[in-house]
Structures are given as C-alpha cells and as structure tokens.
C-alpha cells in the first residue's frame, strides 16, 4: 500500500515535471490570485485591531477661534485640566500647526507658503486614559467645551471610529465577493491546466485502461497534481505576504488618533486556512478536469 501512494505521487511529480512551464505559469496566477485575498485579510485584520486600540483610547480635538485672549485661553486650559481621566492635554498654536502640516506634506507642502495669514486655528489636543479604566462621556464634554466663549469646533474620535466602522462593514462585504472570485479563478486555472495535462498524456491513459486500470487509479495523480499545485500556491502566495509584513511592520504608521497601525502577521489560523482553501481548490479543480475525461466508478 505505502508503495503505491509513492506511485501516485511519484506520476503526479513526474507530470508536473514534464509540462513544468505550464505548472509554473498555474502556480504563479494562483499565487497572485491569493495573494490578493491574503492581503485584504491582513489589511482587515489590522485594521480591526487598530479600530480596537483606538475605541480605547478616547481623544479630542478643541478649535479655537482667532484671536482669543489670553484670559479666554487660560479658562479652556483650566477647564480641560479638570477633566476626568485626562492623560494628555497638549496646546498647537497656529504656527505650530502650520509645521506640523508642512513637514506632513514634505516636499508638496511648497504651496502653504503662499497662505497669507495662516488659515489654521490654534488647538489643544486632548488624550484621555483607557476607557476602560475611566467612564468618560465624549459628548457631554463636547457640549461643555463648545459653550465656552473662544471656542469654534470640538471634534472627538468617537465621531470618527463610528464612521469608519460603517466603512469596514462594506470593505466586509466587497472582501467576500472578491474571495469568492478569486477562489473560481483557481480552479478555474487548475482545471484547464489538469486538462491540458491530460490531453498531452491521452495515449499512455488509454494504455493503462486496456492493461486494467481502474479510473481512479488513473485519477488519483492528477489529483495530487492539482492539490500540489494549490498547495504551493498557497504557500508562495503566504510567503509573498510574510515578506510585506515584515517591510510594514519596520515602520509606525498613524491614521488617525493616538494609536498607531502596529502591522502584526495574519494569525495561525488564517495562515492554514488559506493553506488548506489552496489545496481544496486544487482538487476541486482536478476533479472537475478529470470527470469529463472518465465515467465515475
């Protein structure tokens, strides 16, 4: 027995071998066909985790007006430091903001010189402690803070996160359809590849058909052909994403709010589940390549 699964892998090796061209150019479409889908399901995935660190960390932004007085200014200060739970409460003149708006843009930033005056409002940044450690009511504090006179606008990041969470409900949504095409262009691609496999090999099944040979055992290499094909595609396609993670990762990227886009890899769970949708992709397209050559035993 363990002599003829040695054969069966054996032809499916040899089978690849001798149409390698064709294989590789199989693999390497199935690599970028799941590479795609591992990409959106890392992205995803961070991105869930970054919503989730943010959620906890609650931060606020107050716009005040021009011109505000000294007086005025030092009433929002006191009022913002008597808030509960306050970890970090930072003030951005207009200059400031202007800076850190120039060294954002880098080299595009030439035409803010032309801005005259300074269109930006000075701010405090404001940077609550874990929600979870501390009940904080962000709309309350808004209202408390925009009835102040010097005031012009309070934006939270609550107002963001739910914005953004809507956004990744339809990004949810377009993912599974895109993965659903993906995964029919798989086999799509391992089918045809099965059947110009088998048609090159025609003379030498009719041969093993006259000598005996039962349909499955004739079978069972182009099988394995088509769950190796999907398996090192999955592989690469894991590989390929590995190496993007890791060029990600080396940098601190910030969206929005004080939590940064920490890229961690996909979990070990999601790493075998594309591994195994490869391989069941792979025989599924086999399987539909061999049932139009052989009547089912």
């Known amino acids: 027995m363990r002599g003829l699964r040695f054969y069966f892998f054996r032809q499916a090796l040899l089978n690849i071998k001798r149409n390698i061209t064709v294989h590789v150019l199989s693999i390497g ?14 992205l995803f995935g961070n991105l869930n985790n970054w919503l989730r660190q943010w959620g906890s960390a609650l931060s606020m932004s107050v716009y005040l007006k021009d011109g505000i007085s000294a007086y005025k200014r030092d009433k929002i200060d006191s ?8 970890r970090t409460i930072r003030y951005i ?8 708006l120039k060294g954002a843009l880098g080299d595009e930033a030439g035409f803010l010189k032309e801005l005259r005056p300074n269109p930006l409002p000075a701010s405090y940044e404001v940077i609550f402690e874990d929600r979870q450690a501390v009940t904080v009511d962000p709309e309350k504090i808004s209202r408390q803070l925009e009835s102040l006179d010097g005031v012009e606008e309070v934006q939270h990041s609550t107002q963001w996160l739910t914005r953004i969470e809507g956004f990744l409900d339809v990004v949810r949504l377009v993912g599974y359809i895109i993965g659903a095409l993906l995964c029919l262009c798989v086999v799509f691609i391992v089918t ?8 090159l090999r025609r003379k030498e099944i009719e041969i093993l058909k006259l000598v005996g040979a039962t349909d499955w055992f004739v079978k069972l290499p182009f099988m394995l052909e088509g769950m190796i094909e999907g398996l090192a595609g999955g592989g690469a396609a ?21 939590a940064p886009l920490n890229f961690v890899f996909l979990p070990t769970a999601y790493v075998a589940l594309i591994l195994l949708l490869s391989t069941m992709l792979g025989v599924v397209g086999s399987l539909i390549a061999i049932g139009r050559f052989f009547d089912v035993s």
Do not use: Q
């Not at 479409?29 to 890392?42: D, N, Q, R, Y």
């Not at 009022?79 to 306050?86: A, I, M």
């Not at 080396?250 to 969206?255: D, G, R, S, V």
């Open 29 to 42: 479409t199935i690599v970028a066909s799941l590479l795609i889908l591992g990409a959106f399901l890392l």
């Open 79 to 86: 009022l913002l430091r008597g808030l509960p739970g306050t």
């Open 93 to 100: 003149s207009k200059d400031d903001a202007m800076n850190e």
């Open 192 to 199: 045809n590849t099965i059947k110009l496999t088998i048609h």
């Open 238 to 258: 894991i590989l390929a994403l590995f190496l993007t993670y890791l060029a990600l990762s080396a940098k601190e990227i910030y969206l929005i709010g004080p």
